[in-house]
């Protein structure tokens, strides 16, 4: 099983893109929080935390398995 290199090359533009989306959304969510109710504030700051978190694993485990052939 060899590395796959179009993977290799999506991970690596991902890795760049991932922080200005998390900084534009979380920017996006400062602006707004206060004009929604609180449930909605509520399942907003979750929903970030968990794509975030999520988007975070993916990127690494994605990066490490390849670069190991895994």
């Keep these: 099983v060899l590395s796959s290199l ?3 090359v999506m991970l690596y533009f991902n890795i760049y893109f991932f922080p200005v989306w ?3 959304e979380g920017i996006m969510l400062h ?4 004009l929604l ?3 909605y504030q509520f399942l907003l700051v979750t929903a970030f935390l ?3 978190l999520a ?3 993916r990127l690494y485990l994605g990066y490490l398995g ?3 052939e895994k």
């Design 66 to 68: 390849n670069l190991q």
């Design 6 to 8: 179009p993977l290799q």
């Design 50 to 52: 968990i794509l975030s």
């Design 55 to 57: 988007e975070g694993s």
């Design 37 to 39: 109710p609180w449930h």
């Design 22 to 24: 998390c900084l534009a």
């Design 31 to 34: 602006l707004k929080y206060h």
